[in-house]
Protein backbone atom coordinates (compact mmCIF):
# COMPACT_ATOMS: atom_id res chain seq x y z
CA UNK A 1 0.00 0.00 0.00
CA UNK A 2 1.42 3.43 -0.43
CA UNK A 3 1.47 5.71 1.79
CA UNK A 4 0.70 9.45 1.59
CA UNK A 5 3.34 11.89 3.15
CA UNK A 6 1.20 13.22 6.06
CA UNK A 7 1.05 17.02 6.87
CA UNK A 8 2.58 17.60 10.04
CA UNK A 9 2.28 21.60 9.94
CA UNK A 10 4.03 25.07 8.96
CA UNK A 11 7.16 24.88 10.97
CA UNK A 12 7.82 21.62 9.15
CA UNK A 13 7.20 22.65 5.70
CA UNK A 14 8.64 26.23 6.13
CA UNK A 15 11.44 25.38 8.53
CA UNK A 16 14.16 27.02 6.09
CA UNK A 17 12.60 30.36 7.00
CA UNK A 18 11.75 30.11 10.53
CA UNK A 19 13.76 30.45 13.85
CA UNK A 20 14.12 26.35 14.57
CA UNK A 21 16.94 23.90 14.13
CA UNK A 22 17.31 20.36 13.68
CA UNK A 23 17.09 19.86 17.51
CA UNK A 24 13.61 21.51 17.92
CA UNK A 25 11.23 19.69 19.45
CA UNK A 26 7.77 20.88 17.04
CA UNK A 27 4.50 21.49 19.06
CA UNK A 28 2.57 21.09 15.81
CA UNK A 29 -1.25 20.26 15.78
CA UNK A 30 -0.97 20.42 11.65
CA UNK A 31 -1.98 24.06 11.59
CA UNK A 32 -1.52 25.92 7.79
CA UNK A 33 -2.52 24.91 4.51
CA UNK A 34 -5.68 26.38 4.75
CA UNK A 35 -7.61 26.97 1.35
CA UNK A 36 -7.59 30.28 -0.53
CA UNK A 37 -11.25 30.48 -2.06
CA UNK A 38 -12.12 32.26 -4.97
CA UNK A 39 -15.38 34.15 -4.67
CA UNK A 40 -17.92 33.56 -7.46
CA UNK A 41 -20.92 34.89 -6.51
CA UNK A 42 -20.39 37.97 -4.70
CA UNK A 43 -18.69 39.69 -7.81
CA UNK A 44 -21.22 39.80 -10.16
CA UNK A 45 -23.58 41.13 -7.37
CA UNK A 46 -20.89 44.18 -7.19
CA UNK A 47 -20.90 44.40 -11.08
CA UNK A 48 -17.31 44.69 -11.31
CA UNK A 49 -14.46 43.19 -12.50
CA UNK A 50 -12.15 41.86 -9.12
CA UNK A 51 -10.38 38.79 -8.34
CA UNK A 52 -11.55 38.21 -5.03
CA UNK A 53 -9.93 35.52 -2.85
CA UNK A 54 -10.79 34.72 0.65
CA UNK A 55 -7.83 32.86 2.79
CA UNK A 56 -10.13 30.58 5.38
CA UNK A 57 -8.05 30.91 8.35
CA UNK A 58 -10.91 29.15 10.02
CA UNK A 59 -9.70 25.82 9.30
CA UNK A 60 -6.62 26.10 11.78
CA UNK A 61 -7.14 23.29 14.42
CA UNK A 62 -8.65 25.44 16.52
CA UNK A 63 -10.52 27.59 14.27
CA UNK A 64 -7.86 30.84 13.97
CA UNK A 65 -4.36 32.29 12.47
CA UNK A 66 -3.69 32.04 15.92
CA UNK A 67 -2.08 28.57 15.63
CA UNK A 68 0.00 29.45 13.02
CA UNK A 69 1.62 31.92 15.28
CA UNK A 70 1.41 29.82 18.54
CA UNK A 71 2.61 26.75 16.77
CA UNK A 72 5.83 28.92 16.85
CA UNK A 73 5.62 30.46 20.52
CA UNK A 74 4.90 27.18 22.62
CA UNK A 75 7.44 25.98 20.24
CA UNK A 76 10.08 27.94 21.20
CA UNK A 77 8.56 28.27 24.87
CA UNK A 78 9.40 24.58 25.57
CA UNK A 79 12.68 24.69 23.66
CA UNK A 80 13.34 27.33 26.50
CA UNK A 81 12.27 25.02 29.33
CA UNK A 82 8.76 26.90 29.95
CA UNK A 83 6.44 25.23 32.33
CA UNK A 84 3.53 27.41 31.86
CA UNK A 85 2.31 30.04 28.96
CA UNK A 86 0.09 33.22 29.31
CA UNK A 87 -1.89 35.61 27.22
CA UNK A 88 -4.54 38.18 27.36
CA UNK A 89 -7.28 37.24 24.75
CA UNK A 90 -10.31 38.39 23.20
CA UNK A 91 -11.22 34.46 22.48
CA UNK A 92 -9.03 32.98 19.84
CA UNK A 93 -5.67 33.64 21.36
CA UNK A 94 -6.75 31.78 24.24
CA UNK A 95 -8.34 28.73 22.67
CA UNK A 96 -5.01 28.52 20.65
CA UNK A 97 -2.41 28.73 23.76
CA UNK A 98 -4.55 26.47 25.43
CA UNK A 99 -4.76 23.68 23.03
CA UNK A 100 -0.95 23.88 21.94
CA UNK A 101 -0.14 23.54 25.88
CA UNK A 102 -1.86 20.88 25.88
CA UNK A 103 -0.35 19.13 23.33
CA UNK A 104 3.07 20.58 24.62
CA UNK A 105 2.16 18.97 28.51
CA UNK A 106 2.89 22.78 29.97
CA UNK A 107 -0.25 24.67 31.64
CA UNK A 108 -1.58 27.67 30.04
CA UNK A 109 -3.07 31.24 32.32
CA UNK A 110 -5.64 32.88 29.70
CA UNK A 111 -7.30 36.32 31.12
CA UNK A 112 -10.29 37.25 29.21
CA UNK A 113 -12.78 39.90 29.26
CA UNK A 114 -15.45 39.71 31.27
CA UNK A 115 -18.84 38.07 29.48
CA UNK A 116 -17.59 39.65 26.03
CA UNK A 117 -16.11 36.69 24.70
CA UNK A 118 -17.71 34.09 22.24
CA UNK A 119 -19.85 31.07 23.40
CA UNK A 120 -17.33 28.23 21.34
CA UNK A 121 -13.90 30.13 22.31
CA UNK A 122 -14.00 29.73 25.95
CA UNK A 123 -15.86 25.96 24.97
CA UNK A 124 -12.27 25.45 23.25
CA UNK A 125 -9.98 26.64 25.99
CA UNK A 126 -11.69 25.35 29.05
CA UNK A 127 -12.10 22.10 27.58
CA UNK A 128 -8.21 22.10 26.73
CA UNK A 129 -7.22 22.63 30.33
CA UNK A 130 -6.69 25.99 30.53
CA UNK A 131 -6.50 28.36 33.56
CA UNK A 132 -9.17 30.71 32.91
CA UNK A 133 -8.64 34.30 34.21
CA UNK A 134 -12.01 36.04 34.05
CA UNK A 135 -11.47 39.73 34.75
CA UNK A 136 -13.43 42.56 35.06
CA UNK A 137 -12.03 44.90 32.42
CA UNK A 138 -11.75 44.03 28.29
CA UNK A 139 -8.80 43.07 26.34
CA UNK A 140 -6.56 46.38 26.98
CA UNK A 141 -6.75 45.95 30.61
CA UNK A 142 -5.88 42.11 30.54
CA UNK A 143 -2.58 43.08 28.33
CA UNK A 144 -1.21 45.27 30.66
CA UNK A 145 -1.86 42.80 33.68
CA UNK A 146 0.16 39.81 31.62
CA UNK A 147 2.86 42.18 30.81
CA UNK A 148 3.11 43.04 34.49
CA UNK A 149 3.22 39.72 36.07
CA UNK A 150 5.32 38.00 33.16
CA UNK A 151 8.08 40.20 34.98
CA UNK A 152 7.39 38.25 37.97
CA UNK A 153 6.29 34.75 37.48
CA UNK A 154 7.89 32.29 35.38
CA UNK A 155 5.28 32.40 32.69
CA UNK A 156 6.33 33.04 28.76
CA UNK A 157 3.96 35.92 27.37
CA UNK A 158 2.14 33.95 23.83
CA UNK A 159 0.72 37.42 22.58
CA UNK A 160 1.75 38.64 19.62
CA UNK A 161 4.54 40.87 21.14
CA UNK A 162 6.52 37.20 21.27
CA UNK A 163 8.71 37.89 18.17
CA UNK A 164 7.95 34.30 17.56
CA UNK A 165 3.95 34.64 16.81
CA UNK A 166 4.58 37.25 13.87
CA UNK A 167 7.37 34.50 12.46
CA UNK A 168 4.81 31.20 12.32
CA UNK A 169 1.72 33.63 11.39
CA UNK A 170 3.94 35.05 8.24
CA UNK A 171 4.23 31.83 6.62
CA UNK A 172 0.07 32.73 5.61
CA UNK A 173 1.88 34.86 2.97
CA UNK A 174 4.23 31.98 1.59
CA UNK A 175 0.98 29.87 1.01
CA UNK A 176 -0.74 32.52 -1.10
CA UNK A 177 2.17 33.49 -3.00
CA UNK A 178 2.61 29.69 -3.66
CA UNK A 179 -1.10 29.00 -4.94
CA UNK A 180 -1.44 32.79 -6.66
CA UNK A 181 2.20 32.68 -8.48
CA UNK A 182 2.30 36.07 -7.59
CA UNK A 183 1.36 38.27 -4.15
CA UNK A 184 -2.04 39.94 -4.20
CA UNK A 185 -2.30 43.88 -5.32
CA UNK A 186 -3.91 44.01 -1.92
CA UNK A 187 -4.16 42.22 1.46
CA UNK A 188 -7.10 42.73 3.40
CA UNK A 189 -7.09 41.94 7.22
CA UNK A 190 -9.15 42.93 10.11
CA UNK A 191 -7.11 44.77 12.60
CA UNK A 192 -7.10 44.56 16.42
CA UNK A 193 -3.74 44.39 17.74
CA UNK A 194 -2.15 44.42 14.11
CA UNK A 195 0.13 41.31 14.63
CA UNK A 196 -1.76 40.09 11.83
CA UNK A 197 -1.49 42.48 8.76
CA UNK A 198 2.52 43.06 10.14
CA UNK A 199 3.49 38.93 10.35
CA UNK A 200 2.33 39.22 6.40
CA UNK A 201 4.07 41.90 5.75
CA UNK A 202 7.05 40.45 7.22
CA UNK A 203 6.20 36.84 4.56
CA UNK A 204 5.57 39.42 1.69
CA UNK A 205 9.17 41.39 2.64
CA UNK A 206 10.74 38.18 2.50
CA UNK A 207 9.65 36.45 -0.65
CA UNK A 208 10.46 39.83 -2.32
CA UNK A 209 13.68 40.18 -0.51
CA UNK A 210 12.76 43.84 0.81
CA UNK A 211 13.61 44.73 4.27
CA UNK A 212 10.79 45.67 5.77
CA UNK A 213 11.76 47.75 9.43
CA UNK A 214 8.24 46.38 10.92
CA UNK A 215 10.22 43.10 12.14
CA UNK A 216 10.55 42.76 15.75
CA UNK A 217 12.30 39.42 14.89
CA UNK A 218 15.21 40.44 13.06
CA UNK A 219 15.55 44.36 13.39
CA UNK A 220 16.71 44.89 9.93
CA UNK A 221 18.69 41.87 10.05
CA UNK A 222 17.14 39.39 8.02
CA UNK A 223 18.03 36.22 7.71
CA UNK A 224 15.29 34.41 5.56
CA UNK A 225 14.91 36.81 2.52
CA UNK A 226 16.60 33.91 0.05
CA UNK A 227 13.32 32.97 -1.33
CA UNK A 228 12.84 35.48 -4.40
CA UNK A 229 9.68 34.35 -6.00
CA UNK A 230 7.81 37.66 -6.63
CA UNK A 231 8.96 40.68 -7.28
CA UNK A 232 5.96 42.86 -6.04
CA UNK A 233 4.59 42.85 -2.16
CA UNK A 234 0.79 44.10 -1.67
CA UNK A 235 -0.86 46.87 -0.44
CA UNK A 236 -1.83 46.17 3.28
CA UNK A 237 -5.20 47.10 3.97
CA UNK A 238 -6.34 47.04 7.96
CA UNK A 239 -9.91 47.63 8.51
CA UNK A 240 -11.36 47.95 12.10
CA UNK A 241 -14.91 48.02 13.75
CA UNK A 242 -16.21 51.72 13.91
CA UNK A 243 -16.35 51.21 17.93
CA UNK A 244 -12.42 50.15 17.68
CA UNK A 245 -10.72 51.76 15.79
CA UNK A 246 -7.69 53.40 17.15
CA UNK A 247 -6.03 53.21 13.70
CA UNK A 248 -8.74 55.66 12.15
CA UNK A 249 -8.91 58.04 15.18
CA UNK A 250 -5.26 58.07 14.83
CA UNK A 251 -4.70 57.59 18.95
CA UNK A 252 -5.74 54.91 21.42
CA UNK A 253 -9.46 53.96 22.17
CA UNK A 254 -10.19 53.80 25.52
CA UNK A 255 -13.51 52.03 25.70
CA UNK A 256 -13.75 49.83 22.70
CA UNK A 257 -17.59 48.24 21.62
CA UNK A 258 -18.61 46.32 18.67
CA UNK A 259 -20.47 42.95 18.47
CA UNK A 260 -16.79 41.80 16.07
CA UNK A 261 -15.80 41.11 19.99
CA UNK A 262 -12.70 39.35 18.71
CA UNK A 263 -10.92 42.90 17.84
CA UNK A 264 -12.81 44.60 20.46
CA UNK A 265 -9.29 46.69 20.86
CA UNK A 266 -8.61 50.44 21.55
CA UNK A 267 -4.90 49.66 22.64
CA UNK A 268 -3.25 47.95 19.34
CA UNK A 269 0.12 46.25 20.63
CA UNK A 270 1.87 46.58 17.22
CA UNK A 271 0.71 50.24 16.83
CA UNK A 272 4.28 51.26 15.59
CA UNK A 273 4.85 48.17 13.62
CA UNK A 274 1.43 48.84 11.85
CA UNK A 275 2.16 52.22 10.61
CA UNK A 276 5.24 51.06 9.19
CA UNK A 277 3.59 48.39 7.50
CA UNK A 278 1.19 51.29 5.60
CA UNK A 279 3.72 53.44 4.60
CA UNK A 280 5.97 50.96 3.62
CA UNK A 281 3.06 49.06 1.73
CA UNK A 282 1.33 52.16 0.38
CA UNK A 283 -1.74 50.60 1.71
CA UNK A 284 -4.42 52.37 4.43
CA UNK A 285 -6.61 51.70 7.61
CA UNK A 286 -10.44 52.34 7.11
CA UNK A 287 -13.36 51.11 9.64
CA UNK A 288 -16.27 49.15 9.26
CA UNK A 289 -20.09 49.29 11.21
CA UNK A 290 -21.20 46.52 12.68
CA UNK A 291 -23.71 46.48 10.81
CA UNK A 292 -21.48 46.58 7.24
CA UNK A 293 -19.50 43.78 9.50
CA UNK A 294 -22.75 41.50 10.58
CA UNK A 295 -24.12 42.00 6.55
CA UNK A 296 -21.06 40.77 5.16
CA UNK A 297 -20.81 38.01 7.46
CA UNK A 298 -24.66 37.23 6.49
CA UNK A 299 -23.27 37.48 2.44
CA UNK A 300 -20.70 35.05 2.87
CA UNK A 301 -22.47 32.21 4.35
CA UNK A 302 -25.66 32.86 2.18
CA UNK A 303 -24.17 33.64 -1.36
CA UNK A 304 -20.78 31.20 -1.26
CA UNK A 305 -21.23 29.20 1.77
CA UNK A 306 -18.22 30.53 3.82
CA UNK A 307 -18.98 30.72 7.28
CA UNK A 308 -16.55 33.24 9.30
CA UNK A 309 -16.56 34.97 12.69
CA UNK A 310 -18.18 38.47 12.86
CA UNK A 311 -14.33 40.04 12.58
CA UNK A 312 -13.36 38.20 9.91
CA UNK A 313 -15.97 39.92 7.99
CA UNK A 314 -14.33 42.90 8.50
CA UNK A 315 -11.63 42.80 5.77
CA UNK A 316 -14.43 41.78 2.74
CA UNK A 317 -16.76 44.34 4.11
CA UNK A 318 -14.21 46.67 3.88
CA UNK A 319 -12.49 45.46 0.77
CA UNK A 320 -16.38 45.22 -0.53
CA UNK A 321 -16.95 49.14 -0.31
CA UNK A 322 -13.66 50.14 -1.28
CA UNK A 323 -13.72 48.26 -4.75
CA UNK A 324 -17.30 49.77 -5.54
CA UNK A 325 -15.83 53.32 -4.62
CA UNK A 326 -12.98 52.33 -6.86
CA UNK A 327 -10.45 52.76 -4.27
CA UNK A 328 -9.21 49.44 -5.15
CA UNK A 329 -9.31 49.28 -8.95
CA UNK A 330 -11.16 47.02 -11.25
CA UNK A 331 -9.42 44.18 -12.19
CA UNK A 332 -6.91 44.23 -9.15
CA UNK A 333 -6.46 40.69 -8.17
CA UNK A 334 -7.19 40.85 -3.67
CA UNK A 335 -6.70 38.26 -1.06
CA UNK A 336 -8.78 38.79 2.35
CA UNK A 337 -8.09 37.09 5.43
CA UNK A 338 -11.09 35.33 6.92
CA UNK A 339 -9.40 35.04 10.34
CA UNK A 340 -11.84 33.18 12.86
CA UNK A 341 -14.39 29.66 12.32
CA UNK A 342 -17.94 31.03 12.33
CA UNK A 343 -18.78 28.34 14.60
CA UNK A 344 -16.95 30.64 17.49
CA UNK A 345 -19.59 33.00 17.83
CA UNK A 346 -23.16 30.75 17.35
CA UNK A 347 -24.98 33.28 19.47
CA UNK A 348 -24.46 36.01 17.17
CA UNK A 349 -25.15 33.97 13.99
CA UNK A 350 -28.31 32.27 15.53
CA UNK A 351 -29.38 35.98 16.52
CA UNK A 352 -29.19 37.14 12.68
CA UNK A 353 -30.63 34.23 10.82
CA UNK A 354 -33.78 35.32 9.56
CA UNK A 355 -34.58 31.81 7.73
CA UNK A 356 -37.35 30.55 9.83
CA UNK A 357 -36.66 26.85 10.83
CA UNK A 358 -39.89 25.19 9.34
CA UNK A 359 -41.52 22.41 11.69
CA UNK A 360 -43.79 19.94 10.90
CA UNK A 361 -44.99 16.85 11.70
CA UNK A 362 -42.74 13.85 10.84
CA UNK A 363 -44.83 12.63 7.89
CA UNK A 364 -43.71 12.24 4.49
CA UNK A 365 -47.05 14.83 3.75
CA UNK A 366 -45.62 17.47 5.44
CA UNK A 367 -42.31 16.82 3.92
CA UNK A 368 -43.41 17.24 1.04
CA UNK A 369 -45.70 19.97 1.09
CA UNK A 370 -42.88 21.80 2.62
CA UNK A 371 -39.98 21.30 -0.32
CA UNK A 372 -43.05 21.96 -2.80
CA UNK A 373 -43.55 25.29 -0.38
CA UNK A 374 -40.26 26.46 -0.72
CA UNK A 375 -38.73 25.55 -3.96
N1 LIG B 1 -9.78 38.36 13.70
C1 LIG B 1 -9.95 37.51 14.72
C2 LIG B 1 -10.96 36.44 14.56
C3 LIG B 1 -9.18 37.65 15.90
O1 LIG B 1 -9.37 36.79 16.89
C4 LIG B 1 -8.25 38.71 15.99
C5 LIG B 1 -7.47 38.91 17.21
C6 LIG B 1 -8.11 39.55 14.88
C7 LIG B 1 -8.88 39.35 13.76
C8 LIG B 1 -7.14 40.68 14.88
O2 LIG B 1 -5.83 40.25 14.70
O3 LIG B 1 -4.86 41.37 16.67
O4 LIG B 1 -3.41 40.43 14.89
O5 LIG B 1 -4.76 42.47 14.48
N2 LIG B 1 -7.68 38.29 18.28
C9 LIG B 1 -6.85 38.36 19.49
C10 LIG B 1 -7.26 37.31 20.49
C11 LIG B 1 -6.74 39.71 20.04
O6 LIG B 1 -7.05 37.51 21.69
O7 LIG B 1 -7.79 36.28 20.09
P1 LIG B 1 -4.63 41.19 15.21
Not at 76 to 91: F, N, P
Not at 180 to 195: E, I, K, M, S, Y
Not at 248 to 253: H, K, L, N, P
Not at 301 to 312: D, L, R
Amino acid sequence: MSSKKIYTGLIERYRNQLPVNKDTKIISLGEGNTPLIKLHNIPSILNKQAEIYVKYEGLNPTGSFKDRGMTMAVTKAVEDGAKAIICASTGNTSASAAAYAARAGITAFVLIPDGKIAQGKLAQATMEGAIVLQIKGNFDDGMRLVKEVADEAQVTIVNSINPFRLQGQKTAAFEIVEELGRAPDFHCLPVGNAGNITAHWIGYSELTKNSTKACAYCNGDCHYGTKSSVSIRPKMVGYQASGAAPFIRGDMVDNPETVATAIRIGHPQSWDYAWIVNKESGGWFDECSDEEILATQKMLAEKEGIFCEPASAASVAGALRDITSGKIPENSCIVCTLTGHGLKDPDTAIKQSTAPVVKIEASLAQVKSAILDNM
